[in-house]
């Protein structure tokens, strides 16, 4: 009998082995981890760093193409404690933001905590003083705007030769490219200033960006820029019960939202809880698929699907007759959210539901969405994909993936590519001294090649690594490596910047 698509990526998945390639490669010997524990002191992710800034210049180990010629930034929480104060929350340490550069067979790197209005009161004050995602310290100082306590620390933004740091509900901090000095509050026009700008914008191949905002529980700031950074559209949609989306994407002709039931906690104490606090999950209660017109960011339609809680998706695209197609990696409630990350904060791990690769076919005409669960074997997260293909027809997908039930958080342990066209998956297995983080595609103009570049922090050598692959060829093993001569705390979100000259 013939396999399903499903049925054949999960036995791809389970059995594709994980070749040897170049003498680099064999230097970073595959070896799978044992699925109960990473080796090595993994609350070294989470540990903050001891100053503003860092500096260093180190050798590149392999073959690094001459066409990869920019700067590859990261960014993530990294002050974790202020004095002898220590946020409750992954989310709620003040954003770092790395810049990777090479050039002469030679990398350097630097990393600066970005200058908010936050970070800028706190160290004058000595001491945590502003509400955070998940914490609220005590003796807490007044609030006039969500910027006031923006950190900044989410994900970064490169758009027409300008750099931006990220936060969730806030506006994006404008950092130096070169230097990653804060530039300070980016409002992009009068009439967005103050407007929640989220960390996920879509950017297509053209330069058009899109985005969102969402604020108070019942709107979404929906902001539409040119490839030159122009404000074209910014539009308020009123939907009730919004939550906290952290991601979307796009089509050719739509927004594709999903809502999932983290509503409004009526019984939560206003005045002593944190932002995540205010919120509790509704099993019972759908999650909702808003699909908006890109033509005048107008509501199309709602359908809904079963409770569930996506963080991230791969990309989306409509056949142009009434059919959206989306893929996410989807878990069945917020659990990783809402304990995992405080756990890792107090030194253990809360293992929550896997995370599964899905795919989505919502059709328009009929009024109801369908999901498809795939890699029912792996858990799948930061999933990326090519950059000219954002909200076309998308050929692979790559992300981490790792045995599901692991029982500290270092279960990411390989990065992996789904070939959309021919049902495969090609991967590379980190060891288990490993923690992963994103891996992001690049593709340079001057070539026909496409790269994958990612770091991970090596807890054995207390070093954190970048890694380069052929994106096409992952199996084969980095092809180019650089080691840091310290530890940077775990981070979220990436993106490469060409260089203006090339």
Known sequence: MPLNRRQALRRLSATLGTAGGSTLAAACQQRPARADAVRGDWALGYR?????????????????????????????????????????????????????????????????????????????????????????????????????????????????????????????????????????????????????????????????LWNFGYSGGELLVLWHLDSTGRVKRLKPLRIENVGMPHDFVVTERYLVFLLAPLHRNPDADLETASFLDLHRWYPDRATRVVIVRKSDLELEQVVELPAQWVFHFGNAYDDGRGIVRFDAARSPSPEILTQSFRSVMAGHWHVPPAVRWTEYRVDLNARRADESLLLDDLECEFPRIDPRQVARHHDHVWMLAGTPGQASPGGLNQVLRIDRRSDTVDRYVYGPEYMVEEHTVVTPTASKQRFLLGTALNLEQRRTELHLFDADALAAGPRARAVLPYAMPLGFHGTYRESPRA
């Open 48 to 208: 903050s760093v001891d100053q503003e800034r860092y500096q260093a210049r180190v050798a590149i180990e392999g073959d690094w193409p001459r066409t990869l010629d920019g700067a590859f930034y990261r960014n993530g929480p990294a002050l974790h404690d202020i004095g002898d104060f220590r946020y409750r929350h992954w989310f709620d340490g003040d954003g770092l933001v790395q810049r990777f550069a090479a050039g002469e067979g030679r990398l350097s790197h630097q990393a600066a905590l970005v200058q908010t209005a936050k970070r800028r009161q706190e160290r004058a004050l000595g001491r945590a003083a502003l509400p955070a995602f998940g914490t609220v310290p005590p003796n807490g100082v007044g609030v006039t705007s969500a910027d006031d306590l923006n950190p900044a620390n989410i994900s970064v933004l490169a758009h027409h030769e300008r750099l931006f740091a990220l936060w969730e509900a806030g506006s994006p901090h404008e950092l130096d490219p070169d230097t990653l000095e804060t530039r300070g509050v980016t409002e992009f026009s009068d009439d967005a200033a103050g407007l929640p700008f989220s960390a996920h914008p879509k950017v297509e191949a053209d330069g058009t």
